[in-house]
């Protein structure tokens, strides 16, 4: 079974997987990884529940990929210049 994260920002992030290597997701890109390097990930965990990343697992060709978490829109900031 292997996961599909997804990065909703717009700036570069990188995880750390269960077995210490290291992938870097682009702006808006999505990885494949294997579920093994997710699970009970603190890094994961932390980056999905700020709304950074969302994560899917995917159980085959056969069936729709279930969603783990509720994907949360990041906060956009706007700054406005004052004159």
Request: hydrophobic fraction near 35%; aromatic fraction near 2%; charged fraction near 25%.
């Amino acid at each position: 079974m292997a996961s599909r994260i997804h990065n909703v920002t717009r700036r570069l992030v990188s995880i750390r997987g269960n077995s210490g290597d290291t992938w870097h997701v682009p702006p808006g890109g999505s990885l494949d990884l294997p579920a093994a390097e997710t699970a009970d990930n603190d890094k994961v965990s932390k980056l999905v529940a700020n709304g950074i990343l969302s994560v899917q697992a995917e159980q085959g060709a056969e069936s729709a990929s279930a969603e783990l978490t509720e994907q949360a829109s990041p906060a956009k900031h706007r700054i406005r210049r004052q004159n």
